[in-house]
């Protein structure tokens, strides 16, 4: 049995994410493939109850150092509770966020050392690497207006309300990332034309994983 392949969607809060996982999860259902669909933090009843921790409001007195180490401790239950088990019985894995969010939030976002947010990726991945990586980038004009909808529905957490320089951070980190394993990803332009930007992922994964 061939083993499944992770395929991760990383990008800024607002920058489509939801949505282009539905569209490809309707592509791979399409082609008869077993996956599953999971985000991080979660997928796991731990993982749940540190999202609650991680998310809340209340807690704006968290520690950059805290908040890194509880999204490792998600992620390190994550892969092995469910995405190695998963991969391992054949099955494909969709993560919406893994450990590229770290870096760029945690690392160029909060400002801790990248090289430590790696070693902390590393323990918890403990070599369970994503196949592939989408990256959907948006550009701070569209952002802003992508935000605005989610704000006016009430759906905001603990990191949405970050500054709009953080968010700049966080998104030259994604660059950068990307920049440094071009072979692991797919940069897309998340554009007002859902279906176009979908096509445009659908022919990726066609091209690099079928
Ligand atoms: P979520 O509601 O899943 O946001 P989104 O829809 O934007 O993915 O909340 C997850 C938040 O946690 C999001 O703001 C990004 C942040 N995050 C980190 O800061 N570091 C991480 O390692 C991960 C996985 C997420």
Not at 159 to 184: H, M, N, S, W, Y
Request: charged share 30%; with cysteine; proline share 3%.
């Amino acid at each position: 049995m061939a083993r499944g392949k992770l395929i991760t969607f990383e990008g800024i809060d607002g920058s489509g994410k939801t949505t282009q996982i539905e569209f490809l999860a309707d592509y791979l259902r399409s082609l008869g493939l077993s996956f599953l669909l999971l985000r991080e933090p979660g997928g796991t009843r731990i993982g749940e109850e540190i999202r609650h921790l991680l998310l809340d409001m209340r807690f704006e007195q968290m520690t950059p150092e805290a908040e890194l180490f509880l999204f490792e401790a998600a992620r390190a239950q994550l892969v092995r509770e469910v995405i190695r088990p998963a991969l391992e019985e054949g099955t494909w894995v969709i993560s919406d966020r893994f450990h590229d969010s770290s870096v760029a939030y945690q690392g160029y976002g909060r400002g801790l050392p990248v090289d430590l947010v790696q070693a902390l990726n590393n323990l918890a991945m403990g070599g369970t690497v994503p196949d592939l990586t989408i990256l959907l980038e948006l550009g701070p004009q569209a952002r802003a207006a992508r935000l605005d909808k989610r704000h006016g529905s009430g759906l905001q957490d603990r990191i949405d309300v970050e500054t709009e320089l953080f968010k700049e951070r966080v998104c030259q980190g994604f660059r950068a990332i990307a920049q440094a394993e071009p072979q692991r990803f797919i940069c897309v332009e998340s554009l007002d034309q859902k279906e176009k930007t979908a096509e445009l992922i659908r022919e990726q994964v066609r091209r690099k994983l079928l």
